[in-house]
Structure formats: structure tokens, C-alpha cells
């Protein structure tokens, strides 16, 4: 089953020539990516669910792959991290993807636990020469998911080895009202203050993917100069637009999440909530059983609301060169990876 919309489809591809190509930077450089190898999924599991299919790997050389069909006549770069879920193996899915990354144009981040041994994490990070780590609320035991806090999720033993080595955090922020939550945003300040070595990432923009989620809670976290923000699987133009209007445009990186990004969906607010609308049945979504409507990836979708915001903002070619490419690149550029100490 063909599950991606890359514009290896005609229709697909038609967009791309009239909406993105021109659009887009020559090179473009992704820092939110998930790759895994099957030895990592347990004998008998269906494997990872994206809408209408179940998949049991996502590779490097596929994500590359996938990277050439969705950007065609582009060069590509990629932060690749796991899969976070505790049915997995994630040493097993850490290993591949400290091996495998060529860290030319590929870059791996370590799926981290907070039960694990920090001179362990320590080593490995050296050793496999990581520039950052990715934890996850679903890491978490002893709690409710939705109680889960982000000082649950990076405990401060892991992170003073994250913060010695100067290395990233790809933070996924737990809690239902998630940048806006209070509790969130005072850790989100006191990670950042405590340890000012390491860069943290809000994936999602905290995951504020609908407008109301947003407004007014960047505040506390633009003064943060080691706080950024990827833009992964947001397809809401303002929440887009306030994002570049409000926020330090060298601190906004571009992210996709695939290979979810890459099945036909989009995702939209409703009554200040959101969810994915997809093109076959997903647990996170609502489906078009019906078949009425004709998708293009997530992927699309986002670059599509991400021109909408910057046409309407009078923004030039330098921001979206900056944005699509050059904020990434700067920033792992930065990381000492697996040198020792940053001086």
C-alpha cells in the first residue's frame, strides 16, 4: 500500500510546481524526523499506526528517499530521532540511529528515559556522538499521562550531562493545555534558566496548534535566547503568522514529523481545539470515510500555511531561507558532539 503523498503523484506534484518549489530555498534542513528499524518493534507488534496503515520501519535511506520525492530538485538535511513508545526497544532503536546517520547531512538525537543511569547516557552520547536527545511523556511511569510534568520527563541527573556536553532538547511538552498550561510554562522557565548550556526545542510550538493555544504564551519564553520552537505538523497559518510575527525568527526552525507528515491529511481548528482530518481511518484523527475529498500531505499543507503567514507579514526571502534551512543548520552546527565538553 502506498501510503505517501510525495509528488511522485501527479496531483502532488502539481502543487509542488505552483506553490512550493519556487518558494522553497534550495536546501532545505528538517529537525524533526523519526526513523526506526524493525529490530526495534517486539515480534508480534503491528508496528507503528499512521492513517490506514501500520508500518514496522522507517529508515535513513527511506527518509532520504522520501526527502527527494517531496522536495524534488532540493537538497535535504535531517535531525532523526527514534520512535518514542514504551512498547519499543529503544536502546535497539538508539544504536541504529547513532550508526546509521552519516552526520553530513543526517543528524541523530537520542530517544532518553528519565529512569535511566546518567553516567550510562553520559557515555553513550560521547561515544555514539548524539547532539541531543529526545525524551517523552509516554517514558514517564508512576503517573497519569496527563499528569505527567516536563521535570518528570528530563530529571535533573540526566539533564546536567545534557547540559555539560552543550547538547539539544527536543522537547514534546506533556499536559492537556500544553503552552498554555501554567505548570508548564514556570519548568519551561526554570529548564531554561537552570541550564543555560543546553539548547531546548518546543516541538509543535508547544504544541499549540490552534490559535487560542498560543496567544499570549510565548511571552515568558522570548527573553529564553536557548528556547526554540520547530514548527512540525502545524498546518494553522495564524498560529504560523503569530509565531513569526512575535517570536526571534533565528529561534524557529523547520520540522515535518516524518513519516507522519508524509500521508495525505491536514490538520485544522475547531471551536479553539484541533484535530487531524486524514484521508484513511487514524486513531488520532477524523477520516473521510466517504472519499470525497482529494488530499496532499501534511507536509503540503504546512508549507502552504507557512507562505500564507509569511505573504501576509511582507516577509523576504532571507526569513525563509533562514527558516527552511539556515536556523538548522546554524544550530547543529553549534552542538560539540560527541567531543567532550563545550568550552
Known amino acids: 500500500m502506498n501510503w505517501k503523498e510525495t509528488a511522485v503523484a501527479r496531483a502532488n506534484r502539481k502543487i509542488y510546481d505552483e ?49 527527494e520525492e517531496i522536495y524534488p530538485g532540493k537538497k535535504c538535511r535531517a535531525v532523526v530521532f527514534g520512535f518514542p513508545d514504551i512498547r519499543y526497544n529503544s536502546d535497539i532503536n538508539n544504536r541504529y540511529v547513532a550508526e546509521t ?15 535511566e543511569d546518567p553516567a550510562k547516557v553520559e557515555e553513550e552520547l560521547r561515544s ?16 497519569k499521562v496527563g499528569d505527567v510534568e516536563i521535570s518528570d520527563m528530563l530529571p535533573p541527573g540526566i539533564m546536567e550531562v545534557i547540559d555539560k556536553l552543550g547538547l539539544i532538547v527536543m522537547l514534546h511538552i506533556p499536559r492537556g493545555l500544553r503552552l498554555a498550561d501554567p505548570i508548564n510554562q514556570k519548568q519551561i522557565v526554570q529548564l531554561a534558566r537552570t541550564y543555560q548550556n543546553t539548547r531546548i526545542i518546543l516541538a509543535h510550538i508547544g504544541r499549540a ?70 484521508s ?13 475529498l482529494v488530499f496532499t500531505s501534511f507536509i503540503y499543507e504546512q508549507i502552504r500555511a507557512v507562505r500564507k503567514a509569511c505573504d501576509r507579514l511582507g516577509l523576504t526571502g532571507t526569513f525563509r531561507q533562514d527558516f527552511f534551512f539556515q536556523n538548522g543548520y546554524n544550530l547543529i ?10 568550552e
Request: aromatic residues 14%; charged residues 25%.
Open 280 to 292: 484513511k481511518p487514524w486513531h488520532l484523527s477524523i477520516s473521510d470515510d466517504h472519499g470525497k
Open 209 to 278: 496548534y490552534y490559535l487560542k493555544n498560543i496567544v499570549g504564551y510565548l511571552d515568558n519564553i522570548i527573553p529564553l535566547q536557548n528556547v526554540y520552537c520547530d514548527t512540525a505538523m502545524l498546518n494553522n497559518w495564524e498560529v504560523l503568522e503569530y509565531l513569526f510575527a512575535h517570536f526571534d525568527s533565528q529561534r524557529i526552525l523547520y520540522g515535518t514529523d516524518i513519516p507522519i507528515a508524509l500521508c495525505g491529511g491536514k490538520s485544522v481548528e475547531i471551536n479553539d481545539q484541533y484535530t487531524y482530518v486524514t
Open 19 to 67: 506553490e512550493i518549489r519556487d518558494f522553497l530555498p534550495e536546501q532545505v534542513f528538517d529537525f524533526h524526523t523519526h526513523v526506526f528499524n524493525a529490530e526495534a518493534i517486539p515480534k508480534g507488534d503491528p508496528g507503528v499506526e499512521l492513517p490506514g496503515v501500520h508500518i514496522k520501519s522507517y529508515t535513513i535511506p527511506e527518509l532520504m528517499k522520501d526527502c
Open 128 to 143: 555514539m556522538k548524539f547532539y541531543g536527545v529526545k525524551p517523552y511523556l509516554n517514558y514517564v511511569t508512576g503517573k
Open 333 to 342: 552546527h553549534s552542538v560539540n558532539a560527541g567531543k567532550g565538553d563545550t
Open 101 to 115: 546517520a552519516e552526520r553530513e547531512t543526517v543528524y541523530p538525537f537520542r530517544l532518553i528515559r528519565p529512569d
